[in-house]
Structures are given as C-alpha cells and as structure tokens.
C-alpha cells in the first residue's frame, strides 16, 4: 500500500528559485504571506549558476585581451593570453557557492524551501518528488511558475556527442577547434569568447543571417569583427550527423561538406521547463512557446500565475524581466489588480563587441512619425581612447524630440544602453538631457549627442 505523503499548506507556492521566484517569495513574505519556495536543481536558478554571471567572468577576462589588442602598437607593448584553466578556477570560485548561499538565506528569512520536482494533481495541489520518491504534497492558494528554460534537444544522429550551454561554461580546457550550433544570443556570446580565448570557431547558422530581432546594419558590423576574430560562418546550414573522428569530433554538413572539431556546443534555442509540470491536472494551458498568461500574468488558471522565460508573454527573455514580472504577479497576489505595462528593456548582446537596443526598434520606426539618427561614434573620445575598431549607435527621435528606442554596437554598449532606456523611460529631450551634470569624459556625457 502506497503511503501518503505529508501535506503542507501555503498561502502561495512559487516553482523555480531563480531570480524571479526569490524575488516573488522575499516581497511575499515579506507582506505577510505563508510562502514556499520548490526547486529541482540548484538553488538561484540559471543565471548566477550557469547563465548570464558566469558567462560574464569568462568575457571579463576575452574584453581584457582586446583591450590590450587594441592599444598594441599605440602605448602597449607584449601579448596577453588568457589561461582557459585559470579562468574557469575564477569562474568556479565564484558559482561554486551560489546554490548553497541561496538555500542559506532563504532560511536565514525563514522562508520554507523543499528541493524536489513539483507535479500536480489538481488546480491547487502538486505532490513533490525527490529521486523518484514521492516526499510531500504542497496544497496553496496561489501560485507562481518561475522554472525557466533550458537548452533545447538536438535530433540528427550523434547529436548526443555536443555540449549544451551549462557545459560550454564549465569546460576544465577549451578545444583548439569549436564548433557551435546557433545564430542567437548564446551562440555569438560562445563564438565571441571561444575565438579571442585562441580556438578555432566556426558558427553553423539553419537561417540566413545572426540575431533577426536587432538592427541588420549593427548585426552586419558585429559580423564583420567577428571575421576578423577568425570566427567562420556558415549561413542556411544545418549539421545533419556528427560521429567520433581520431580522437575528436566531426560535423557533417547540410551541403555536404564535414568540420572537425574538439568541442561542438549546441546552442540553437531554448524550450520551457514546463513540461514535467502536470500542468493539464491543474487547468493550466500551455503551447511550444511557453504558459499562455494574460496581462495580469494570470493563467487560464486564475489562481496560477506564470512569470519569465516560462510564460508566453510578448518580451524579451532575460532575467530583469523576469523578476519585474514576478514583482508585478506579487502586487497581484497582495490585491493591487492592474494590466502589466512594460518599460523600455534593454536587451544586450555580451558578445566583442556588445550589441544592445532598447525601445522602438530602428527597423520598425514608421518614418513618418519617427527620425532615425545613424552615428558612427569610432573616432568619439569614449571609443577612441580604447581604440575600439568600430562603434555605433543609432536612435529613434519621435515628433516631440524624446528619444523612444535605439541601438548600440560598442565595448561599452550595456552601459550606454541603460542610460538611454532611462531617458527613454523618463520621455526626456534633449534638453532635458543638457539639464543633467555628467562626468566628464565618460559615456554618459556623450548622451545629447545621440538626439
């Protein structure tokens, strides 16, 4: 006879301890409700174990050797090298910690964690699984699916023999030849960092050209340094087998033609944790591309809210967003009933260069209510003095003379970015932007220029 495991009650429930779900479950128990927080791997999610912070260590040190690259010949003499291994020992002092840090302050606030897998089986009760083993059943008035994505599968034969992201960010040595599959975010930030790290990269692209949501004119600048770094592009292509080839790797082809490597990493998208979720039991609806939610990030089942990479929402999938949607579904579940409304969300491309865009994109701006402001910012002292080899940034002026979108191509792109998103945000003119003390010379004094 199977035994009942033991049943816990919640005021609200939220799966996945990433940053969206920590920030709903802080700002909830902090409010007074009965919170508990499941989660099936690691305690802080993808981001600060395996996403966006660890990925940024390892391009600390990529930024480090082009700035050097830059100057050489112009007041710096000598060659820098990273150390693959020495650079993954930095990276692994700074993950190792994280999952059991986040664990220890969710106690430290005394909030009630389970780690396990959570399935439910009605419109308000999931029984959670810990090795198989059915441990508790957790029953809760509301709530909130914050449980990500991960990497998505490949299908041809052999696709086993690839990494996924996760792995790419904890290689002990990376190959002298790397192969990656994908033309989005991860691909080129994994191309941007493999190439000046000194291996051999070459990026197999199923469309017709890298990044379709930025500005085609940056995308093209992007890819021309990445050329120059060596990267090799392979564009309407698709690997179709890899087998084991004299102790490496090799990639066969669409067109025929085979790559060896010693590393090939899949990072052609993402598909929603959703899946394992029971969701049916609990009247949620889902499709492929994530938890249908509507504008108060309410599922079809009203007490189920579904917040970042998971949910259908029309955004960018990145972690600001996220924990702005958790701290929006919150408010929701403390009673404060109202639409989400989304601000200007810069989105960043952490590749060398970086590549970012906030607002009205530059490719949709109707040239009838909008100007498009085209400045190649190379030879302007922000770029110049590090001698970057080239710099962009384009921005969208509607008819009052606010800035309502731009993009960037720069070493300095995600700091530039956040800036205009602001004035963005705030509807400033420029103006309005003359009226704010700057330091001087630094990026954000170049802003009236941009209007």
């Not at 049943?7 to 779900?21: C, L, M, R, T, W």
């Not at 690691?42 to 700035?67: H, M, S």
């Not at 080239?390 to 008819?399: D, E, L, Q």
Request: hydrophobic letters at 40%.
């Amino acid at each position: 006879m199977k035994a009942v495991s033991e049943v816990k009650q919640y005021d609200v429930a939220i799966i996945g301890a990433g940053p969206a779900g920590l920030a709903a479950a802080h700002q909830l128990h902090d409010a007074g409700k009965n919170v508990v927080v499941i989660e099936k791997y690691l305690w802080g999610g993808t981001c600060p174990n395996y996403g966006c912070d660890p990925k940024k260590i390892l391009l600390g040190a990529v930024e480090a050797k082009e700035f050097t690259e830059y100057l050489s010949g112009s007041g710096i003499d000598g060659q820098v090298n990273i150390n693959w291994s020495d650079l993954m020992a930095r990276k692994n002092q700074y993950t190792d910690d994280i999952s059991t840090g986040t664990e220890q302050s969710l106690t430290a606030s005394d909030i009630d964690h389970i780690a396990g897998e959570a399935s439910f089986i009605d419109e308000q009760t999931a029984v959670i699984h810990r090795h198989g083993q059915e441990v508790i059943t957790v029953f809760a008035t509301d709530w909130v699916l914050a449980v990500g994505q991960r990497p998505a599968q490949l299908s041809f034969p052999g696709a086993e023999l690839t990494v996924d992201s996760e792995q790419f960010l904890s290689l002990p040595e990376l190959s002298d030849e790397v192969v990656i599959i994908g033309g989005g975010f991860v691909a080129i930030e994994f191309a941007s960092i493999a190439a000046v790290a000194g291996a051999k990269v070459s990026l197999v692209v199923r469309g017709d050209r890298l990044l379709k949501s930025f500005d085609e004119t940056m995308v093209d600048s992007l890819m021309d340094q990445l050329d120059d770094r060596g990267v090799q592009m392979y564009f309407g292509t698709e690997v179709t087998e890899i087998t084991s080839a004299d102790g490496g790797l090799e990639a066969t082809l669409s067109f025929g033609n085979t790559l060896s490597a010693g590393l090939i990493v899949r990072a052609a998208g993402r598909v929603g944790n959703h899946d394992t979720l029971g969701l049916e039991n609990a009247h949620v609806q889902f499709s492929e591309q994530g938890i249908l939610v509507d504008h108060y990030l309410r599922t079809s089942n009203p007490h189920v809210y579904a917040v970042g990479d998971v949910a259908n929402s029309p955004v960018p999938k990145i972690t600001p967003l996220a924990s702005f949607e958790s701290q929006h579904v919150a408010n929701e579940i403390l009673g404060e009933e109202q639409a989400i409304a989304y601000p200007a969300m810069p989105v960043v491309v952490y590749g060398t260069p970086k590549l970012a865009q906030t607002g009205v994109t530059t490719e949709t701006a109707d040239t009838d209510r909008y100007t498009v402001n085209d400045l190649d910012i190379t030879s302007w002292y922000t770029s110049y003095r590090q001698g970057e080899p080239a710099a962009r940034v384009k921005t969208v002026i509607n008819g009052d003379g606010q800035i309502v979108g731009a993009s960037v191509l720069s070493t300095h792109a995600d700091e530039l970015i956040n800036y205009l998103s602001s004035a963005i945000n705030q509807g400033l003119t420029k103006e309005a932007v003359s009226q704010q003390l700057t330091a001087y010379p630094s990026v954000a004094s170049d802003l009236t220029y941009f209007f």
